[in-house]
């Protein structure tokens, strides 16, 4: 009963690697985000789609590719990893009318680039 | 666009007494104001929310208040207890029925609370 799951929960790789990050979320909410938590533990966010449309997409390198196949996945794919891409990656999601502005995350997936 | 402060960055209370938790922001145009709690290696939980037409909500030992002119709002947990120890975060946002950087939250830094039993 998983509202919003993530796989892989780790995910340990070398420099210059290409990986990817799914995202489920089973609320049947519209809107779904990637955020990035750093070292200090500072939440930032990445990029948000509603319905399958990019509405944010914040100062993230190009090697960075948000991808939403429907409502209820999105990915992310990060190209050339590096030394800096070393944090855990949250999703999220919101749904609609007075519950549209809750964001509900996804367990996180731990990112090390060694 | 949305700054976000929080303060204090850590804060640590015996079983027992009240936490207050501040945080400031600069865009005048949000109005959605949710805390999260985190526990360490899991992941951000929503534990309350407040929107900008009311000053103050409580549910159980949490409260939280929002002051629209000062730009602030503050979380407010009393008689705390070891399970209540966390980072929390502040954050803001416009919310879905506004223009611009609508949908984004834009978090303060989280504050550790740690409660001594």
């Known amino acids: 009963d998983t509202a919003v799951s993530q796989t892989p929960k780790y995910l340990v790789t070398q420099m210059g690697n290409d990986k990817s990050i799914k995202c489920e979320q089973n609320?049947?909410?519209?809107?779904m985000y990637w955020y990035k938590q750093d070292s200090k533990k500072f939440l930032k966010i990445m990029f948000s789609y509603n319905n399958k449309e990019l509405i944010i997409n914040e100062t993230v390198p190009n090697r960075f590719s948000p991808k939403s196949p429907d409502k209820a996945h999105l990915n992310l794919h990060i190209n050339s990893l590096e030394l800096g891409d070393s944090a855990v990656y949250f999703c999220?999601?919101?749904?609609?009318?007075?519950?549209?502005?809750?964001?509900?995350f996804g367990p996180g997936t731990r990112l090390t680039v060694t | 666009g949305e700054n976000v402060e929080q303060h204090p960055s850590t804060l640590s209370v015996q079983e027992g007494d009240s936490a207050v938790i501040k945080c400031t922001y600069s865009?005048?145009?949000?109005?959605?104001f949710p805390w999260y709690k985190q526990e360490l290696g899991k992941r951000p939980q929503l534990i309350i929310d407040i929107r900008s037409n009311v000053g103050e909500k409580k549910d159980q030992r949490i409260a939280v208040t929002l002051n629209k002119t000062a730009k602030h709002f503050s979380l407010h947990i009393t008689e705390t207890q070891p399970e209540d120890s966390a980072v929390y975060f502040c954050?803001?946002?416009?919310?879905?029925?506004?223009?611009?950087?609508?949908?984004?939250?834009?978090f303060g830094k989280g504050t550790l609370l740690t409660v001594n039993p």
């Open positions: 609320l049947g909410h519209d809107t």
């Open positions: 954050a803001a946002s416009r919310g879905k029925n506004s223009g611009g950087s609508n949908y984004k939250l834009t």
């Open positions: 865009d005048s145009a949000s109005n959605y």
């Open positions: 999220a999601s919101s749904g609609f009318g007075a519950a549209s502005y809750e964001q509900y």
